[in-house]
């Protein structure tokens, strides 16, 4: 309990920031979108649905299945690699021919989850600290320490939303990515 008393107070005592984590997309070599051009990303969350039961003047309550909800992250469209391309091949990847390139014997062909959660085999949420306040006597400028790690069960591409071109704005061009996963594991 003493140890508590002045979290604060203690030097060592690092909160988890929001500015300090790494989204990784990795594992396809036919796919290549780096970390850095990754500005935000929502962390995974879950609900848990409810039914109710009424017994004259009262209600209970029980808990039912687990719903995970979508993440979402932006990034930022570089020349290179063109991000808009990239994302262009995730839908390719994933079974989506265009209407114009059908041949005539793939005309029934669509996008599975096997082909869409292949493209993102490991997709990952991971949290760093700071170097010298977790690990003691850690030097500046090593590997930030690794203090935390979602992963995506059987992640895949919902939806993309690129910015808006606008010749009265000096912003970055970006899009957002929702994914969609089975579950996450921390």
């Known amino acids: 309990m003493a140890a508590t008393k002045n979290f604060w107070a203690t030097p060592t005592t690092d909160p988890k920031r929001a500015y300090r984590w790494l989204l990784h997309l990795n594992g396809n070599q036919n796919f ?4 850095w051009v990754i500005t935000k990303v929502s962390q ?21 299945r687990v719903t ?16 808009t391309h990239q994302l262009q091949k995730i839908l390719s990847k994933s079974g989506y021919v265009y209407p114009d390139q ?7 062909d669509t996008i ?11 997709v990952k949420i991971q949290l760093i600290g700071a170097t010298n306040v ?28 690129f910015s808006e071109l606008s010749y009265e704005s000096e912003d970055l061009v970006n899009a957002e990515v929702t994914l969609r996963y089975d579950w996450a594991v921390y």
């Open 32 to 35: 290549d979108l780096p970390d």
């Open 44 to 64: 995974p969350s879950f609900e848990v649905s409810e039914k109710e039961h009424q017994f004259i003047n009262h209600k209970f309550y029980y808990p039912g």
């Open 68 to 83: 995970w909800t979508d993440v979402k992250f932006t990034l930022v469209d570089p020349v290179s690699p063109d991000a």
């Open 102 to 108: 059908y041949p005539t014997e793939q005309m029934t």
């Open 112 to 122: 599975s989850k096997k082909r869409a959660t292949d493209v993102l085999p490991e």
């Open 134 to 161: 977790v690990k003691e006597g850690g030097a500046a400028g090593s590997a930030a320490p690794k203090i935390g790690n979602w992963t995506l069960k059987n992640a895949w591409v919902k939806a993309v939303t």
